[in-house]
């Protein structure tokens, strides 16, 4: 936005240079009025045409006119200079060079006829050669910025994969677990727990045996607990909110940091809690992937000295701006409230900062 008013600022001010250097030198306003409303014309509705070749030769056409009808040249060469840095940046590569050579060519012709002075000529000449540096240097930037674009795509599936294969990996591990145990450990409890019901029929010694059967009993449940839960791939808590904003990071542009301080990963959240923690650290990434100049995130969970659980969003900012709280900052802070918690928001010269805390609390 601030980009579109600058340019089409400059274009109003070299206009009005224009009409008053014509105006002072009392030229000819009614004829340059009509030039410069076939420029400005032709260059408005380059978005309209949708072919802005075509556009730029009416321009490179118009403005030597002016010289045939004895206008200053000196000042309309600004507005020359202007779509010549305008073509660079928009036209494609063979469609530029068209562009620039016509326009070489046809105030060429007019030197040639001496409507056109050759200092004038040389001038032209000049900014035709800085265009051409210029767009070189966007076009290389522009196959960068496609070049980045696609390694990261690929970036993005190689970390999907690497995600997919590692959770592939620990299920398999789980799996295996799980069968070794239930065909090992839980038969062999369950062969001695048989053992000692015969030898409890057989034997008087009662008391030793029903503590025996009773530990025997105690190891086959808490076996075929830890089977159960083997096979379980769902996590809960803190792991949960990783694994989320895991998958959060591959589907956008952002490049997280996590940093998991001291005893966060065994802190029990209640599901409620998980929810909030993630639809606030979802909001989070998601105003720094629209709003953030840097596609850098830092993420902090930890416990602070109360007992809560604390987490910090950093993104970097290079410039400072007023906080003001929308849809997507009051939600955030409604929902920690909902739990108990708290939202705060700073926002440095380097630094866009949201910070929450949460007290822990289990559902009845």
Do not use: W
């Amino acid at each position: 936005m601030l980009e579109l008013l600058f340019r089409y600022g400059s274009l109003t001010v070299l206009t009005f240079i224009v009409l008053f250097q014509s105006y002072a030198v009392n030229g000819s306003i009614v004829s340059l009025i009509i030039i410069l409303t076939i420029l400005l014309l032709s260059y408005f509705l380059i978005p309209v045409l949708k072919k802005p070749l075509i556009n730029y030769i009416i321009i490179s056409s118009v403005i030597p006119v002016s010289a045939v009808l004895n206008h200053n040249m000196e000042y309309l060469l600004l507005l020359l200079s202007f779509f010549l840095i305008e073509g660079s940046l928009n036209l494609t590569t063979r469609n530029f060079y068209i562009f620039s050579s016509y326009s070489m060519i046809v105030f060429i012709v007019i030197a040639f006829f001496s409507y056109l002075p050759i200092n004038s000529l040389l001038l032209i000449i000049l900014f035709v050669i800085c265009a051409s540096f210029l767009h070189h240097a966007v076009i290389e930037n522009k196959e960068k910025k496609e070049l980045y674009e696609q390694l990261l795509l690929q970036y993005r599936k190689l970390k999907r994969l690497s995600v997919e294969q590692e959770e592939l990996v620990r299920a398999e591990e789980r799996t295996k677990i799980a069968r070794d145990m239930h065909d090992s450990v839980g038969h062999k409890l369950t062969a001695l727990l048989m053992q000692l019901e015969v030898m409890d029929l057989q034997n008087e010694s009662r008391s030793i045996l029903q503590n025996v059967k009773s530990l025997a009993r105690e190891s086959l449940e808490e076996t075929r607990f830890a089977v159960h839960q083997l096979k379980s791939s769902e996590t809960t808590g803190i792991q949960s909110v990783i694994q989320l904003i895991r998958k959060l990071e591959m589907e956008s542009h952002l490049m997280i940091k996590f940093t998991l301080e001291k005893g966060i990963l065994s802190i029990p959240l209640s599901n409620a809690q998980s929810i909030v923690l993630y639809r606030v650290l979802q909001e989070s990434l998601t105003n720094a992937m629209k709003h953030s100049e840097s596609k850098e995130v830092e993420v902090i969970l930890a416990m602070n000295s109360l007992q809560q659980v604390q987490f910090f969003v950093k993104n970097k900012v290079f410039s400072h701006y007023p906080i003001i709280l929308g849809f997507g900052l009051t939600n955030m802070k409604e929902r920690l409230q909902e739990i108990g918690g708290d939202l705060r928001i700073n926002n440095t010269n380097q630094q866009f900062i949201v910070e929450g805390t949460f007290p822990l609390r289990r559902e009845d």
